[in-house]
């Protein structure tokens, strides 16, 4: 089993549709989680860090389950300019990575 | 407040020369980690260091491959004896604390071993 495995996706959504993202993790004991965007194979750019109590930046949300061990990425109103690959990160190991794409 | 820098963004080595990557983490930064980006596939763990000190080599290849973060400079990755296996995109991060913190990365070096 995969130390972290994602939705291998691709999700292609309408504008303004809600899409979510999940990300399970094989370590029960791992303390860090975030969620990055790659555009293009460039450099992933940290999207949101993932805490217990879960947390909201603007039209994102991330929620953490321990006791099922994944995490969760919600995006509300998708814009044309979300259209990315959406990784997870779990203690340092990258999901494989789920490509979104948002269409008008 | 310049970013991660790595050099060089594009690299070809022949089979069987070394490659050389170099990472400066952000100002203030002192733990880098190293990933690797093959053709079609997501990020891999490669190494984590802090200054002079190597925290996590799991996902480095046994063979021919170090890493190193010297007190001064840059980090290093060196690869020995390239293949063409080797062909990918390298990326470096920085965080100011351990890896529970959040990463910035590099704009990466793209290696082509022909």
């Known amino acids: 089993r995969k130390e972290v495995e994602q939705d291998p996706g691709p999700f292609n959504v309408p504008e303004g549709a809600t899409v979510a993202f999940n990300c399970t993790y094989s370590?029960?004991?791992?303390?860090?989680f975030f969620w990055y965007r790659q555009d293009c194979r460039k450099e992933p750019k940290l999207l949101m860090s993932?805490?217990?109590s879960g947390n909201e930046d603007g039209r994102f949300t991330a929620q953490l389950n321990r006791a099922s061990q994944y995490i969760s990425l919600l995006i509300r109103d998708s814009k044309l300019s979300d259209s990315a690959t959406y990784l997870c990160v779990v203690n340092l190991r990258f999901g494989a990575g789920t490509r979104l794409t948002v269409k008008p | 407040n310049a970013g991660v820098m790595q050099n060089p963004r594009h690299l070809v080595r022949r089979r069987g020369q070394e490659a050389r990557l170099r990472c400066s983490p952000m100002k203030g930064h002192s733990h880098v980690y190293w990933y690797r980006q093959l053709p079609e596939e997501g990020l891999k763990f490669m190494v984590y260091?802090?200054?002079?000190?190597?925290?996590?080599e799991s996902g480095m290849p046994k063979e021919r491959f170090s890493a190193e973060f010297p007190k001064e400079g840059p980090s290093i990755l060196r690869i020995q004896q390239v293949v063409r296996g080797d062909s990918a995109a390298y990326f470096c991060a920085s965080s100011p604390f351990g890896e529970s913190y959040e990463q910035y990365f590099g704009p990466g070096t793209r290696l082509t071993v022909t």
């Open positions: 370590n029960s004991a791992s303390q860090s």
């Open positions: 993932v805490y217990s």
């Open positions: 260091l802090q200054k002079e000190n190597i925290i996590d």
